[in-house]
């Protein structure tokens, strides 16, 4: 049972435009959803994380849109640029334990 | 630079040959991580420690062993690697500061097995 799930896998968007990254999960007791940024080679690293007591979080171009009803929530870049080509996870954990539930992954593909 | 190092980047095994993947973090953090991570795939939990304190998942296979002599260090055992078993493997540390939730992922090993 995957308890979260990412969509699109791939996504190609020109310069100057809007990026989205949809996840949903399952499980209503997760309180710590994060997404993170991985480049090819490297490790992934925190780019935003978002609690269930707000609806959203905006930090610079990266927005985080959160629906507690729909258990869903989105990332969202703005100006995306060819430097923000990356595979983003979106995630979910609960409690302190700061175990991780990764969705699959998207590849984003900015074109110049 | 507070940091997730891990050693070597890359590693070739043979099949069957133990291997050890060694993780060390200058952040103080009191929670360590490993993941396995294959190719266009999410990360993969096989364990993590609290302090001492030794979880494993359900699903890792007891061919995966981790051991972690001291809060700064931290190991992946490969008893007997198989040919399923290459991937990217990475290291994570979350701690207090940050409620235990944000996790700082080092640069990965990637494990060839032939």
């Known amino acids: 049972q995957q308890q979260v799930k990412q969509s699109p896998q791939s996504l190609i968007v020109q310069k100057g435009g809007i990026s989205i990254i949809n996840c949903a999960y399952e499980?209503?007791?997760?309180?710590?959803f994060p997404w993170y940024q991985q480049f090819p080679g490297k490790g992934p690293a925190l780019l935003i994380a978002i609690r269930p007591d707000v609806s959203e979080k905006k930090e610079g171009r990266f927005t985080i849109s959160f629906n507690k009803s729909a258990k869903q929530f989105s990332l969202h870049i703005m100006d995306s640029q060819p430097g923000d080509s990356a595979t983003y996870f979106c995630a979910a954990s609960k409690g302190n334990a700061g175990k991780s539930t990764f969705g699959d992954g998207t590849t984003l593909t900015v074109k110049p | 630079d507070a940091m997730v190092i891990q050693n070597p980047r890359y590693q070739v095994t043979q099949f069957g040959k133990p291997v050890t993947l060694s993780c060390s973090q200058t952040?103080?953090?009191?929670?360590m991580y490993w993941y396995q991570q294959k190719s266009s795939q999410a990360p993969k939990l096989l364990f993590h420690y609290y302090d001492k304190d030794f979880n494993n998942e359900a699903d890792t296979p007891d061919n995966f062993q981790s051991r972690r002599p001291n809060t700064s260090f931290c190991f992946l055992d490969i008893r007997s690697p198989g040919l399923g078993d290459a991937a990217m493997y990475l290291c994570?540390?979350?701690?207090?500061?940050?409620?235990?939730?944000?996790?700082?992922f080092g640069p990965g090993t990637r494990l060839t097995v032939l």
């Open positions: 952040l103080n953090h009191n929670v």
């Open positions: 994570a540390t979350s701690g207090r500061d940050y409620g235990f939730n944000e996790q700082f």
């Open positions: 499980n209503t007791a997760f309180d710590y």
